[in-house]
């Protein structure tokens, strides 16, 4: 049996970096939560808006099955894209995150300490034989004493956004945020950017319709709220 070589050497265990510094398997989770479906986040002058294209892969598949856009507290939801199964695990654990803290110190948890505990739980998946890194990047958004946004990826970094999107399409998302997005925006205004951004990342044969889009947002009331399909109509007219 010939040894292996090249990328193949260093690419069958997660604890094994290649001469290059590299950990594969981490950056093959990386490309399987790039390829999912577009997901974006921004903050605005009041709250966090999030959204999502729930795309159904088949015509067959029931609307709303596949959950991209999931709330894990009354003022925190997560948007993600890659692996369904590992974003509804990691939202799971998220969900038993908060509600352990506030049975503790009888309070909402900050959303920093989640966003944190999180991006803990992706970092340990990294480190052990036997495991593979989770395949889902995720914007966490939520309202404690302010708005805030941020970004996990597999290798358990985690970074704050003022506006940010992940999946297929975010780099063409991502160029919209840079050129229009404002600090002092309102939620209408948020939301506009948003099916803006959502319209740019489309592929050219492909329409943006309603059912395709989830969004929901959290305001300084703490209380995250979905956003109807005829508001949504609304900003597709």
Known sequence: MYPLSGAAAYDRAITLFSPEGKLYQVEYATKAADMGTLGMGIVYKEGVLLAADRRLPSKLAVSGSGEK???????????SSGIVGDSRAIGEYARDVAERYRFMYGENIPVHLLAREIAKLKQVYTQYGGTRPFGVVMLIGGVDERPRLFETVPSGALMEFKAEAIGYGKKEAIEVFEEKYKED?????????????????????????????????????????FVEEKEIEKLLR
């Open 69 to 79: 856009l999931m709330q894990i507290d009354k003022h925190i939801g997560i948007v």
């Open 185 to 225: 925006m309102k939620l209408k205004d948020a939301m506009k950017l948003a099916i803006e951004a959502f319209k740019a990342a489309l592929p050219e044969d492909e329409e943006l319709t309603v059912d395709r889009i989830a969004m929901a947002y959290i305001d300084t009331r703490r209380e995250m709220t």
